[in-house]
């Protein structure tokens, strides 16, 4: 479009006031707008053709539509699906589409659909209901073709029973769109939830996954783009980015060469400091929560969200997805990030597709000649072909339909796999087959030496499984410059557990990091530090210009007190504690922000607040396990064992298999000078949860204690052969060995903590001991 015809266009469209559609009531966005304002996509596309008709078709455009003849994909003719004896029915009525099915209350009812969901391979629907929540129905059109198994109606938990009670049941919590979904599936969401009268009144400025979503605020670009004294050729431009929140120029100029050694390709200049697109891409391509609304594109994913770090359950040891993480945490791991490949060298950023088919996305850098070899890929005569991906992003399935390729881009270990039981490339084909076959396969090939560059799963496993040399193996991933900051950052989190004099100086070093998460790791690190020597470590992080670390530090430093600071110290703590507040009052539809919020106050003697802020966190959830646990100990605190007791017992009957309420309900016990009833809650929680060190040893001395010694040291004898680093247990099977006369086992545990602790003191005397008495 010429300039004059672009400039006149726009001025139609925003002078005749474009209509941005909210839940609520349309917003009109004037020809006077704030420069911060959303302008909506069919704004932008009064000028940029192309790209628009590039989102137009594509996932983004379709994350969420009004539910229309045009947008309802699934067959809603009085079709039927059955699950756990229940028989939904889908149907149109009055020109609107509807599902008769189980209500909130376990009653068959009908229910409109509202708003459809995404379009492929699936297609969920919203329901929205009167005090503003809208939630997500959990049975799913399959968009696929009827040949590849789609046109069919299929629940995304088909191997879960899910009464109306439970917290996945598509009317409950975990399937709620204002919280769970809305804010990557539309453009500016806010959610505007009521604590108070727990109800929601969530706006958007557009429905759908618009152009300002990844661009910001457009109304800026348009003032620009209508004055003529910046508007080329007509004269000079006095504004580089346009008016545009961010400018993604992370590829302008940059060019990619083979290495004249190695053959690898090599970026022209280094990558920028701050990814811009790759953050701006995580915001919905993360697994993370969100701690403030003003997100603004191209600017640390951590200054409004808390990313999650590499975490049992969701990752597997290595790195490689387990849960639905999505890509950012994967794509953050790989060798790729690392050089400097950032979304768009691979993805055209509007229509989400990739850019060439096939292998040729990779040979834009990747030379053909090495690596479309025969030895390179061992798979020559293989029909049909396999492709890169195959080997280096292996797909998961998750919703049942929705297979997504891992984005961090490693060698296949099948050794790994032997090892560490981990997945690996080479077995999702060869399902027949061993991993100790792959792995024998790819050392024939490549030789026995071929770690790839994420060199840490074996940290991990060990760290998650109380595996001998843990802490000395997360120490070495937390210090390696060379290891992915994600990595580093997760090692320095599970170092929590095992923070000591000789590791210490890492969570220092951490502190001082360029990445945020990195920061928020080394805090997490320093938590359970006295009070004085916390602060002195965290306080420097109250000012972080990232808020995310913010927060984190003022979460560990409500205990300080406050009128023994200078008055900048007050500040800066106040400053900091006044926005985590704020993160949590805005997911106060959430019962772990509430019982955050609860422990919060509870660490600065607010009783009263922080039952409150418990009690909240029951109502939203009455199975919300550490809320329970946190009141019955605030109940503890003030001294008030018997209500504590009731709290845990109410919580049991609700959550019979729940291990850390039997436990806590053991302690109380104990406390409650009723040793019968506490051993047998310490003894369930255990058999609940066997792999729970803590459970494992206060379960133990309960044993001891009640005359039960030589049951209680072969309870922890099962448990170090298994877990040998555990400080608390190698003591307590030291002293109860001593004390049972058997000396030369005493000394064994003793000599397996010293290992651990050598320069502590107290624990070489202990030694010294021990060996004086030997027999």
């Not at 808020?547 to 009128?563: I, K, N, Q, W, Y």
């Not at 703590?573 to 704020?582: D, K, N, R, S, T």
Request: aromatic share 8%; net charge negative.
């Amino acid at each position: 479009m010429a300039g004059a015809a672009m400039v006149l266009a726009l001025t139609v469209a925003i002078g005749a006031g474009y209509e941005l559609l909210t839940a609520g009531s349309p917003v009109a966005v004037a020809e006077s707008a704030d420069p911060v304002a959303f302008v909506g996509s069919d704004t932008c596309a009064s000028c940029h053709e192309t790209e628009a008709v590039l989102w137009h078709g594509s996932q983004h455009r379709h994350a969420m539509d009004h539910a229309t003849v045009e947008t309802v994909l699934g067959d809603f003719d009085d079709a039927t699906f059955e699950k756990g004896g229940v028989v939904s029915r889908f149907y149109r009525k009055d020109g609107k589409f509807f599902v008769e099915t189980d209500g909130p209350d376990g009653e068959i009812a009908p229910f409109e659909i509202k708003y459809t969901f995404g379009i492929d391979p699936l297609q969920q629907y919203l329901i929205e209901f009167p005090d503003g929540r809208i939630q997500a129905l959990s049975i799913a059109w399959d968009t696929r073709p009827k040949e590849e198994g789609g046109q069919r109606w299929f629940h995304l938990y088909p191997d879960e029973d899910i009464p109306h009670d439970d917290i996945l049941h598509w009317t409950k919590l975990n399937q709620n769109w204002n919280f769970m979904c809305a804010e990557c599936h539309s453009t500016n969401v806010r959610k505007n939830y009521d604590a108070e009268s727990d109800t929601f009144h969530t706006t958007w400025s557009e429905i759908s996954v618009g152009c300002e979503t990844c661009h910001g605020a457009g109304a800026s670009h348009v003032k620009w783009a209508e004055s003529q004294e910046s508007w080329w050729p007509f004269g000079k431009e006095d504004d580089p980015q346009k008016g545009l929140v961010v400018d993604f120029n992370e590829r302008t100029g940059v060019g990619w060469a083979p290495d004249a050694e190695t053959g690898q390709p090599i970026r022209s200049k280094p990558p920028n400091r701050l990814r811009k697109e790759v953050e701006t891409c995580g915001f919905c391509h993360a697994r993370r929560s969100t701690i403030a609304e003003d997100w603004v594109p191209g600017r640390s994913l951590s200054q409004t969200e808390v990313v999650s770090p590499l975490v049992e359950g969701l990752f597997s040891a290595d790195g490689q997805m387990l849960d639905e993480v999505y890509n950012y945490a994967s794509f953050k791991q790989s060798k790729m990030f690392d050089a400097g490949v950032t979304c768009s060298d691979c993805h055209d950023p509007h229509s989400a597709e990739l850019k060439l088919e096939g292998d040729g996305i990779c040979l834009q850098c990747h030379q053909a000649a090495k690596y479309e070899a025969a030895s390179h890929s061992h798979h020559e005569q293989v029909l049909p072909e396999i492709g890169c991906p195959a080997c280096h992003m292996p797909e998961r399935t998750y919703m049942v339909v929705d297979p997504r390729h891992d984005h961090s881009f490693r060698v296949p270990r099948p050794d790994l796999s032997v090892s560490l039981d981990t997945p690996n490339a080479c077995n999702d084909c060869h399902a027949d087959k061993s991993a100790e076959w792959a792995a024998g396969a790819v050392e024939d090939w490549f030789g026995p030496k071929r770690e790839g560059f994420q060199t840490y799963a074996t940290a991990f496993d060990a760290g998650w499984h109380q595996k001998a040399g843990a802490a000395g193996l997360l120490a070495d991933v937390a210090g390696n410059p060379r290891a992915p900051a994600i990595a580093r950052a997760s090692a320095l989190s599970e170092l929590a557990s095992r923070l000591s004099p000789a590791n210490l100086d890492l969570a220092r070093a951490g502190l001082g990091d360029r990445d945020p998460m990195v920061r928020i790791g080394a805090l997490d690190m320093i938590a359970s530090l006295p009070v004085q020597q916390r602060w002195s470590l965290a306080a420097p992080l109250l000012a972080d210009p990232i808020r995310g670390v913010r927060t984190r530090a003022a979460s560990m430093l409500g205990d300080v007190p406050a009128a023994q600071l200078a008055p900048e110290d007050r500040a800066r703590l106040e400053g900091a504690i006044a926005e985590f507040v704020a993160s949590h009052r805005l997911n106060a539809d959430r019962p772990e922000s509430r019982s955050a919020l609860g422990s919060f106050f509870a660490s600065q003697r607010r009783i009263e607040d922080a039952e409150a802020e418990y009690l909240a966190a029951l109502r939203l959830s009455p199975r919300y396990g550490p809320a329970t646990v946190n009141l019955a100990d605030l109940y503890r605190m003030t001294g008030n064992n018997d209500r504590a007791e009731q709290v845990l017992r109410d919580g049991i009957a609700l959550s019979p298999d729940d291990p850390g309420l039997h436990h806590v309900l053991g302690l109380t016990l104990v406390r409650m000078q009723r040793p019968d009833e506490a051993v047998e809650e310490l003894r369930r929680a255990v058999e609940l949860d066997p792999t729970d060190p803590r459970y494992v040893y206060v379960y133990a001395v309960a044993l001891h204690s009640t005359g039960k010694a030589a049951e209680a040291i072969d309870l922890l004898a099962a448990y170090v052969a298994d877990h040998p680093e555990n400080p608390d247990i190698l003591l307590a099977l030291a002293t109860f060995n001593r004390d049972a006369g058997d000396i030369e086992a005493a000394l064994g545990y003793a000599e397996q903590l010293l290992a651990l602790s050598p320069d502590d003191p107290q624990v070489r005397a202990f030694v010294e001991e021990l060996r004086n008495n030997l027999p």
